[in-house]
């Protein structure tokens, strides 16, 4: 009987190693933000989630890469690795990019304020021990149709009091 204990706790504890299923609340997006995760066994699966919100329009740039190491001793490789981001508020996919042990950034380009999210999808290849990854993402304001208008209203005067300069 006491051996039966012992294998249903091994098990229990294996497969708690097994997945990784992660929401992070990031609250209000700073102008960079990170992300981890990982599993442990082999063929386990990584569903992780990183919510943010944006009170204004930004500019979003995201890094993704795993932790893989080179064969015959591998003792880090994920697969199958994908980085999703959703805009939460309308239910739809900004962009999808999938990452492996190379860097891989992603620029999803104008996100308007609102509720969004990073899925992070791997799975532990069959010959590893385990995995991790990493995102970054960063986050630069979106100049105001009033800010292009300063410009252009001062790039025409400097060029008037040029043009009079020279004619003068």
Request: aromatic share 10%.
């Given at each position: 009987m006491k051996k039966l204990n012992f294998v249903a706790a091994a098990v229990l504890a294996a497969s708690s190693f097994s997945a990784s299923a992660l929401t992070t609340p990031w609250g209000q997006h700073d102008a960079i933000e990170f992300g981890t995760g990982s599993a442990v066994g082999a063929n386990s699966i990584i569903s992780d989630f990183f919510t943010f919100t944006l009170?204004?329009?930004?500019?979003?740039?995201?890094?993704a890469v795993t932790n893989d190491t080179a064969?015959?001793?591998?003792?880090?490789n994920l697969i199958n690795a994908s980085l999703t981001?959703?805009?939460?508020?309308?239910?739809?996919?900004?962009?999808t990019v999938?990452?492996?042990?190379?860097?891989?950034?992603k620029d999803f380009g104008s996100l308007a304020a609102g509720s969004y999210k990073y899925a992070v999808s791997a799975q532990v290849a069959a010959n590893a021990i385990?995995?991790?990854?990493?995102?970054?993402?960063?986050?630069?304001?979106?100049?105001?149709?009033?800010?292009?208008?300063?410009?252009?209203?001062?790039?025409?005067?400097?060029?008037?009091v040029a043009r009079r300069r020279k004619s003068a």
């Open positions: 009170a204004a329009p930004v500019n979003t740039v995201a890094v064969p015959p001793t591998t003792f880090a981001l959703w805009d939460v508020t309308n239910n739809v996919v900004v962009g999938n990452f492996d042990s190379t860097a891989v950034t385990g995995g991790s990854y990493l995102v970054t993402s960063s986050v630069t304001p979106v100049p105001e149709p009033s800010t292009y208008a300063l410009l252009l209203a001062g790039l025409g005067a400097i060029g008037f």
